[in-house]
């Protein structure tokens, strides 16, 4: 029945990600479309292709912290892990591909389910806070309206301070999160998993240098893939300034984790042209896009031949 479902579920994701590219294709000069690939500058694709480097050691040095409190792996093996996760986000939407690296730890080193889940959730946690910030940043530079501002920054603060609040209320020693847990939940299962949540919460809670500088590496993360994102821009010739950049792409990039396409395409790609059209035309917007989708086809390539690795082991 659950495979059924899934099933199901990626039928429809790929369903309404091919729907969205024939709504775009069929309002867009095609012929233009091609074009811009045809009159593409390879030194900028160079750099932008060199640039998935830095950015695959960060997410590799990022999942070695996220997962130090219940196991200390090498980097060379979180680096892998990174690689396989990015192969299996090719075929999931919102990049649930991740969650493969906290099963194959969970299968080697019998490292806590509770706590992949969590550093999963942390994981993303961290990747909408860092281009919230970029977009909040970016906004203070561009917005034309005060409205506009406000908007961003009220996504920011929710999402901000609802993570600061559970990350410094420990909420699970309240009397009244402990009756409800116990008056909701018999089974011991679900409950040994509850704790283990809690737990990894505990652990980065009483180490907050530690949990900033894993902030702070997120944040770099995702400078090297905005700065990624602008290459493209240039790349195409195009000159629209890197603040808008910076200020745009990310609000794209937040639309496309919206689990109802594979990895985002498509629903990022019609967010894309409509936040730039006042900027480029849609043609150009639309191989900026190709671009970022092709950017999962790459990474699935390199992480291929360790998902082989990981599933023989």
């Known amino acids: 029945m659950n495979a059924s479902i899934c099933n199901k579920k990626k039928i429809f994701s790929v369903l309404v990600m091919i729907t969205i590219f024939y709504v775009i294709f069929s309002k867009i000069d095609v012929d233009q479309f091609i074009a811009h690939f045809m009159n593409m500058d390879t030194r900028y694709l160079v750099i932008a292709f060199v640039l998935f480097f830095p950015q695959l050691i960060l997410l590799g040095y990022r999942n070695m912290l996220l997962v130090r409190s219940d196991l200390n792996i090498s980097f060379k093996e979180s680096f892998e892990l990174t690689l396989v996760g990015n192969s299996f986000n090719i075929f999931t939407p919102s990049k649930l591909g991740d969650l493969v690296k906290y099963y194959f730890l969970n299968r080697k080193y019998r490292f806590p389910r509770s706590s992949g889940f969590c550093a999963f959730a942390l994981e993303k946690l961290l990747d909408v806070l860092s281009i919230t910030l970029f977009s909040a940043i970016g906004f203070f530079f561009i917005a ?70 894993i902030c702070l590496v997120s944040v770099s993360v995702w400078f090297m893939n905005l700065l990624q994102m602008y290459v493209f821009f240039l790349a195409f010739n195009s000159t629209v300034p890197v603040e808008v950049v910076f200020t745009l792409v990310p609000i794209a990039m937040i639309i496309g984790m919206i689990p109802v396409t594979i990895s985002g395409m498509g629903t990022r790609d019609a967010a894309l042209i409509m936040l730039f059209s006042g900027y480029v035309g849609a043609a150009l917007m639309a191989a900026v896009g190709m671009m970022m989708s092709f950017r999962y086809f790459f990474l699935a390539g390199l992480g291929a031949p360790y998902v082989k690795k990981y599933l023989e082991k």
């Open 144 to 213: 034309t309206d005060i409205e506009s501002y406000k908007i961003v920054m009220m996504f920011m603060g929710v999402v901000f301070f609802g993570a600061l609040f559970v990350y410094i209320f420990p909420l699970e020693r309240t009397k009244l999160f402990k009756s409800v847990i116990s008056s909701v939940i018999n089974k011991s299962r679900v409950c040994t998993g509850i704790n283990g949540i809690f737990k990894y919460i505990d652990y980065f809670r009483g180490r907050p240098l530690f949990f900033i500088w």
